[in-house]
């Protein structure tokens, strides 16, 4: 077997990987987003049995190891008659993921608006719409801002788990070269390395839009 050394080529090779980890954390906050706010705004709902078939969805979904979640989208579904790219069946579970966390950031941002926010537009007349999109939705963004910045965060670090279905990202990149040239603490520190300078800067910056929007002291 012909091995070589970690070079110049398998860096590109990461980096090249990476456009995909990115690709698929923009799809998951996309289409995990879209649901999470129609679960948010189902938990608030005065319909019990929504805010309840809501609830259950996200206790099943934080209760779930993404892996698994993985696992029965592309091979149980496979059984079924299925059988998805590696690509969509990362996409559909990592949207699934996130929509089960971000409805409950959400649900507990939107119930965080002062509740005499809630009263003086019911005393104007408001309908329900109207009080979110005038009044509740806004102050709520705000105070989501900082929450949703910290996950998105671990949604890109969460996509190494697809590398178990053969979707090349970034740490099945690494798992590749690596097989190539038997030098894990270099390949990994660099796919490590990689990870921090996507990551760091979000995580600063979800620190910074606390600070900046004074999230925890304007209640």
Not at 10 to 20: A, Y
Not at 69 to 90: N, R
Not at 99 to 127: F, H, N
Request: proline share 5%; net charge positive; aromatic share 10%.
């Amino acid at each position: 077997m012909l091995v070589r050394s970690f070079g110049l080529n398998d860096f590109i090779f990461l980096l090249e990987s990476l456009r995909w980890t990115l690709v698929l954390t923009a799809i998951a906050l996309t289409l995990g987003g879209i649901a999470g706010l129609f679960i948010a705004l189902a938990r608030v709902s005065p319909l019990m049995p929504l805010r309840l078939a809501t609830a259950a969805y996200i206790q099943i979904i934080q209760g779930s190891p993404v892996l698994m979640i993985l696992f029965l989208s592309y091979y149980g579904l496979s059984l079924i008659g299925f059988q998805l790219p590696a690509l969509v069946a990362a996409s559909i579970s990592m949207s699934i993921y996130v929509s089960g966390y971000l409805g409950d950031i959400w649900r507990g941002c939107i119930e965080a608006v002062p509740k005499p926010q809630w009263e003086a537009s019911e005393c104007l007349g408001m309908t329900r719409v109207q009080q979110f999109r005038h009044i509740i939705l806004p102050q709520a963004l705000r105070i989501a801002l900082p929450p949703t910045t910290g996950f998105a965060v671990q949604v890109v670090k969460n996509t190494s788990i697809t590398s178990i279905i053969g979707f090349v990202e970034l740490s099945r990149a690494g798992q590749l070269i690596n097989n190539s040239t038997f030098q894990p603490f270099r390949v990994f520190l660099t796919v490590a390395a990689i990870y921090f300078v996507i990551c760091y800067p979000l995580s600063r910056l979800s620190g910074w839009l606390e600070r900046k929007l004074n999230v925890g002291s304007s209640h």
